[in-house]
């Protein structure tokens, strides 16, 4: 049974940067595609950013160049670096897992950007 536990949201100002992780368990993880979805209140689940088993990755166009997202196989974990926050960035943001079919979540984590 897949299991996925997300860490690392909180407040933060505009302009500032937060890591998100995921641990993952109950998978083979290195299988397994990773990605980073948020929603904010009033507003649909959208993709954030998603890496496949291989490595690559894929992104909004609303955080290019702002956000990374990355894997450690070792650690069963994946990660979102997040720099620049701006406040539309404030979300619950999600970590889902897919090897095929639909993806699986994670509860979430609370990311609020604001002075």
């Known amino acids: 049974q897949v299991q996925l536990v997300e860490s690392g949201g909180g407040l933060v100002q505009p302009g500032g940067s937060l890591r998100l992780s995921c641990a993952a368990s109950?998978?083979?993880?290195?299988?397994?595609?990773m990605a980073w979805y948020r929603q904010a209140p009033g507003k649909q689940r959208e993709l954030v950013a998603s890496?496949?088993?291989?490595?690559?990755?894929n992104y909004a166009d609303s955080v290019k160049g702002r956000f990374t997202i990355s894997r450690e196989n070792a650690r069963n974990t994946v990660y979102l670096q997040m720099n620049s926050l701006k406040p539309e960035d404030a979300a619950v943001y999600y970590c889902?897992?897919?090897?095929?079919?639909?993806?699986?979540w994670g509860r979430g984590t609370q990311v609020t950007v604001s002075s």
């Open positions: 889902a897992a897919r090897r095929t079919g639909v993806w699986q």
């Open positions: 890496i496949t088993s291989g490595g690559s990755t």
């Open positions: 109950g998978i083979t993880f290195s299988s397994y595609a």
